[in-house]
Nanobody
Framework: VQLVESGGGSVQAGGSLRLSCVAS????????MAWFRQAPGKEREGITC???????RYADSVKGRFTISIDNARITLSLQMDSLKPEDTGMYYC?????????????????WGQGTQVTVS
């Protein structure tokens, strides 16, 4: 399974971005997915996840501002990010695992993308 993120960029505080994660095979209906981010000098942190039954979870830092979703064709994982803050700056990664889970632990996910950079100024 290969994951490829896109949609990152530079935006002013208060703005929005939409990240996408495309998988090399049709996995979204069967796999649990998550978005993580890593700021310079900090550990990678989980911000939102969606289990393979659709249950979602959000970190307090993004709750009410970010939305995780799978598109109708179920081939793309998205992260809609609104009301962005400078502290949202970092590299954003999507992750996938065939088990049922919705976790912030990086070790729980088997597959990772290369990341897409988000900069908020």
């Amino acid at each position: 399974v290969q994951l490829v993120e896109s949609g990152g960029g530079s935006v002013q505080a208060g703005g929005s971005l939409r990240l996408s994660c495309v998988a090399s095979e049709y996995i979204f209906r069967r796999y649990s997915m998550a978005w993580f981010r890593q700021a310079p000098g900090k550990e990678r942190e989980g911000i939102t996840c969606i289990a393979n039954d659709g249950v979602t979870r959000y970190a307090d830092s993004v709750k009410g501002r970010f939305t995780i979703s799978i598109d109708n064709a179920r081939i793309t994982l998205s992260l809609q990010m609104d009301s962005l803050k400078p502290e949202d700056t970092g590299m954003y990664y999507c992750a996938a695992d065939p088990r049922y889970l919705c976790s912030w632990q990086t070790s729980m996910y088997r597959y990772w993308g290369q990341g897409t950079q988000v900069t908020v100024s």
